[in-house]
């Protein structure tokens, strides 16, 4: 499911790649993300692609029956779980991720942390391909989960800030314009391949400009220290109502735990 050996490259270096994690899982991966193309959620977006397309949507689980099958069904949880090194593996959110062929944006760096209402040492995504990556690959900056302060949230459409309140943010950093400052970690990857990596690691994905089609859903998780913190305006997602103050564990009736430890 995953190895030790893994689960230390996923502590070091805030990502590792575990081959076939969800291979069993594909045709209902497909099949949920198919559903969700044709009844998009209200956080659904195109991007503000020029040519191609960009769809993403998120936090749908709980109304298509194939993500929730996953979620709760699939190994997915303990590998969260177990990669975390966490007693639990409690649900944030998924995600979905589609760039068509002939769509050259890429998807920026960034931190998912900064967007999220919750901080926490133990957290996890699980980047699924449900194609073949060879072009449209996700790209990771190793160690970056242990920067010393996060880096400033943009909006994927224009680069604006995504908060109008100034914080102490790093710059959003430019690999390829330093190729010999960062180490980037990117992987071609098969159907149900999944990358492991913490919230706060740097990652974006390249265009995909003359790739076939490149679906791939995310689902994330968090663990026994994640807690809710306060940001400086509507995080993303923003699950407006949901009544919780800063140092509170997320609430199990929105955030369900999926797997405990024996």
Same mark, same amino acid.
């Given at each position: 499911m995953i190895t030790e050996k893994q689960i230390e490259d996923f502590q070091r270096d805030g990502a /590792?790649? /575990?081959?076939g994690a969800l291979a069993?899982?594909?045709?209902?991966?497909?099949?949920g993300v198919a559903r969700n193309m044709g009844a998009p959620g209200p956080y659904a977006s195109e991007n503000a692609v020029t040519e191609g397309r960009f769809f993403d949507d998120y936090c749908n689980w709980d109304r298509i029956a194939e993500f929730e099958d996953v979620v709760r069904n699939s190994p997915a949880a303990e590998i969260a779980a177990r990669a975390m090194r966490s &007693?639990?593996?409690?649900? =944030?959110?998924?995600? /979905?991720?589609?760039?068509? &062929?002939?769509?050259?944006?890429?998807?920026p760096w960034h931190q998912d942390g900064p967007y999220y209402f919750v901080e926490g040492e133990q957290t996890v995504s699980l980047w699924i391909p449900l194609d073949p990556v060879t072009t449209a690959s996700l790209r990771l900056i190793a160690g970056s989960h242990r920067w010393?302060?996060?880096v400033r949230p943009v909006s994927w459409a224009d680069d604006s800030d995504f908060y109008d309140s100034k914080q102490d943010w790093i710059e959003v950093p430019d690999p390829d314009q330093d190729p010999d400052g960062f180490n980037v970690l990117e992987w071609e990857m098969a159907p149900g391949d999944a990358v492991l990596f913490d919230f706060r690691t740097v990652h974006g994905a390249r265009g995909?400009?003359?790739?076939a089609r490149r679906r791939a859903l995310s689902l994330r998780w968090v663990?026994?220290?994640a807690r809710y913190v306060e940001r400086p305006g509507r995080t993303s997602p923003p699950y407006p109502g949901h009544d919780m103050q800063t140092g509170q564990r997320l609430r199990e009736d929105w =955030?369900?735990?999926?797997?405990?430890?024996?």
């Open positions: /590792v790649l /575990v081959p069993d899982w594909v045709d209902v991966m497909r099949a &007693s639990t593996a409690q649900l =944030f959110h998924d995600h /979905v991720l589609v760039k068509e &062929s002939g769509t050259p944006k890429p998807t010393d302060k996060p995909n400009p003359g790739g663990g026994d220290d =955030f369900p735990i999926l797997w405990r430890d024996a």
